[in-house]
């Protein structure tokens, strides 16, 4: 049951930052700067598939370890490199083989990356801790 909450509160939380952080950083950072080879509109098959498997990695490796010391500081810290790593895979392997692709872009999008990652297992970790408590 701890790993249901887990998940769906993690999807909750990770889903609601990303949309106001992915609102804005459409039209002010991404396309400006590699605009000419982003898509007219996401593929929600390929980001429902993201997503799924992203927070089921967040869950394990972020949400997991705070849920077994109780540590919701832990889930911050853990999810905060996950994300880093997660967000630095995809962003420094476009800088080092794209055409178009800024350092601004690969640091503000693994900024971002541990910033709601770490968030999102916090909230899913306190949450999780709070309802079997």
Do not use: H
Request: with cysteine.
């Amino acid at each position: 049951m701890e790993w249901i909450i887990a998940y769906v509160v993690a999807a909750i939380a990770f889903g609601l930052l990303d949309s106001v952080y992915l609102r804005w950083a459409a039209p002010n950072l991404y396309r400006p700067v590699i605009g000419e080879i982003m898509a007219d509109n996401f593929r929600k098959g390929a980001a429902l598939a993201f997503y799924a498997i992203y927070i089921a990695g967040m869950v394990y490796f972020g949400v997991r370890p705070a849920l077994e010391s109780g540590d919701v500081l832990q889930a911050l810290l853990n999810g905060a490199l996950v994300g880093g790593l997660c967000y630095a895979t995809f962003d420094l392997t476009n800088q080092a083989v794209m055409k178009v692709w800024a350092t601004k872009v690969s640091v503000a999008d693994i900024a971002w990356g541990a910033f709601a990652t770490g968030v999102a297992s916090a909230v899913a970790a306190w949450v999780t801790l709070a309802i079997l408590a």
